[in-house]
């Protein structure tokens, strides 16, 4: 897969991809990146911080990262800008309301655990659904749903690939100079890769424009034809 990935672009088309995908997702990629912050931060010190506080600290990012997301999806198909941005304040303040609700209740019980759930759900739903709402042709959704399942699997194994790397050099350093290092640092390295690198490569696959809408059954799984 990552011979066929790096054998298909240019780095100078990787590249160009990085800078749009970054511009295109720019609320997106500020989300995870405070939540790689946050983890980092709690790997280090999470004696000194209270369960409440870690709760917070990790599911707000990652679920706004998700309904931003979802939120610059669906903006894409909207032609007023003005909707569009009230509708994208008002679900954040909205999500921003849920989490502090749900951090007062913590630890969850049933209807606060319930909550938590279908808030993870409906925001992984709208971001391979928003965009269709319109859509009366299925296979525009199954396209754009197989591009994302593409994406995630090869910003997984990027991420893991890149971890190995990484976990091997760190090893090196150790044997060639004798250094005592922390276990704290290797999962860094796993933060990183996981809740940043991967991300950043996952948002490069999504289709823009034409190729979001796609109408053609070729590259689909026949399942799905």
């Known amino acids: ?133 319109r859509s009366k042709n299925d296979l525009t959704l199954w396209n754009f749903t197989f591009r994302l399942l593409q994406g995630l699997a090869i910003a997984f194994v990027v991420a893991i690939v890149l971890m190995a790397g990484l976990r091997l050099l760190i090893e090196s350093f150790k044997q060639l100079f004798g250094l005592d290092i922390d276990w704290h640092y290797y999962f860094d390295i796993f933060i990183v890769c996981g809740l940043l690198i991967a991300p950043v490569v996952f948002l490069q696959f999504i289709p823009n424009d034409e190729e979001k809408h796609n109408e053609s059954e070729n590259g689909l799984p026949k399942t799905l034809q």
């Not at 790689?36 to 707000?60: G, K, P």
């Open 1 to 133: 897969m990552m011979g066929k990935l790096f054998g298909r672009y240019s780095w100078k088309e990787l590249k160009d991809s990085f800078v749009a995908g970054c511009r295109r997702f720019p609320v997106v990629l500020l989300f995870f990146l405070i939540a790689t912050i946050n983890a980092i931060v709690l790997n280090h010190d999470n004696d000194s911080i209270s369960s409440r506080t870690e709760f917070l600290m990790m599911f707000y990012p990652l679920t706004a990262a998700l309904l931003s997301l979802a939120l610059r999806l669906w903006s894409e198909e909207v032609s007023k800008k003005s909707l569009s941005n009230m509708v994208q304040v008002i679900a954040h303040l909205l999500l921003l309301g849920g989490c502090f609700w749900l951090t007062s209740s913590w630890p969850l019980d049933t209807i606060q655990g319930t909550a938590f759930v279908a808030i993870v759900v409906a925001l992984v739903l709208g971001v391979f659904m928003v965009s269709f709402f």
